[in-house]
């Protein structure tokens, strides 16, 4: 702890209320365990501020959380198209992010992951200011594996995770979910669903996904044929639901909607097809919805097929290529089965066990206090 000392300097009192940083952004999965953190470390007594980028979606996001946020620039490493500008923001970044740090003298920093999150989590380390990493990837991600062994904790949400930091010290943390529900009977009169519908909830993201919002609709008759029960309440995002309307136009067993309340959907689902992001697939666990997962094929290290295929060998659903139109109906087929769906439930209960966010703060608050100990 000598090195918070230095950071922050040794003739400085601590702060009066412990403060914790928490590095952010790029998308939902990052952004919503940062703000379930922020809120729950704030009912503990901490004073709280989040970064990330600039103009990204948590600029939006955390604020209208009630959140205080601090935005930089942030340079996104594309593999698909690779940006040379992107190094340079990263380092304009980490420069703004040092200066905020040294500003506001938080005893601890927590990075959640993706570009957003460098930044914050490489200014930790040049201020000398504690830092743990919370990784929710099967496959941790590039600033993940760079920073890992800089940090004094890893928190990770799958054991498939742990196996592939070695030389960190690590700790399995389930994903930090929304722990609300609503009884299904209540969710389903609310959206306008018969209580004895078979519902499939497509979702593809904050912004939806523009190959689920293609391929389902003109899935939908060869599979409905299958099962008169079919319900399909479809989350298409803002920008695809004027087209997903359109293409869906006259079925009346089937919903869009731009967003979708997540509480409510969930709550109302029998199954779901989804992509693969891990926040996605913590949450339909939380509330035992199978999934037929299609992973973005462009993600990052992949890590959207690897989480999909940690599902399926768990037996909670299946993971299937994007345009296999074959292996889609399949997949979605076998869970209208009413047996194989309960199994692949009760196997769900089990990968996002409640109390996610309540763990997480345990894990990370004696190091928070240890810390503000020793600058004092």
Request: hydrophobic share 45%; proline share 8%.
């Amino acid at each position: 702890m000598r090195g918070a000392v230095a950071a922050h300097g040794a003739s400085a009192p601590p702060p009066a209320t412990p403060r914790l940083l928490l590095a952010t952004g790029g998308s939902g999965g990052h952004v919503y365990p940062a703000v379930a953190l922020a809120r729950a470390a704030r009912s503990r007594g901490a004073e709280v501020l989040l970064l990330g980028a600039e103009n990204g979606m948590e600029a939006d996001l955390v604020p209208a959380a009630g959140l205080p946020f601090v935005g930089v620039p942030t340079g996104k490493f594309d593999r698909q198209r690779p940006d040379p500008r992107a190094p340079l923001r990263s380092l304009a970044g980490v420069w703004r992010a040092r200066r905020e740090l040294l500003r506001w003298r938080p005893q601890l920093v927590v990075g959640f992951g993706g570009f957003a999150s460098f930044p914050g989590s490489a200014a930790a380390l040049l201020t000398r200011t504690p830092l743990v990493l919370h990784e929710t990837n099967a496959v941790p991600g590039l600033v993940t594996r760079t920073l890992a062994r800089r940090a004094r904790l890893v928190v990770v949400c799958q054991p498939e995770t742990a196996a592939r930091l070695p030389r960190a010290e690590v700790r399995v943390v389930p994903f930090p979910v929304r722990e609300e529900r609503v009884a299904r009977e209540t969710a389903r009169r609310t959206l306008g669903i018969p209580p004895e519908a078979l519902v499939t909830l497509v979702m593809g993201g904050s912004q939806g996904a523009l190959a689920l919002n293609r391929t389902v609709p003109r899935l939908i008759d060869l599979v409905a044929a299958l099962d008169a029960r079919l319900w399909v309440l479809h989350a298409t995002g803002p920008r695809w639901l004027a087209s997903v309307g359109e293409a869906v136009a006259g079925r009346e067993r089937y919903r869009t909607e731009a967003f979708v309340d997540a509480t409510l959907a969930w709550s109302a689902a029998d199954l779901a097809i989804t992509r693969g992001g891990y926040g996605t697939l913590a949450e339909a666990a939380y509330h035992a919805v199978p999934l037929v997962v299609v992973p973005l094929p462009s993600a990052a290290d992949d890590h959207q097929r690897h989480n999909a295929e940690a599902l399926a060998r768990a037996g909670a659903g299946f993971c299937v290529p994007q345009g296999d139109d074959d292996a889609l109906v399949a997949a979605w087929t076998a869970l209208l089965d009413d047996a194989r769906r309960a199994a692949a439930a009760r196997a769900q209960t089990a990968r996002s066990p409640a109390g996610g966010t309540h763990t997480l703060l345990e894990t990370v608050w004696p190091l928070l206090t240890a810390s503000r100990k020793a600058t004092a």
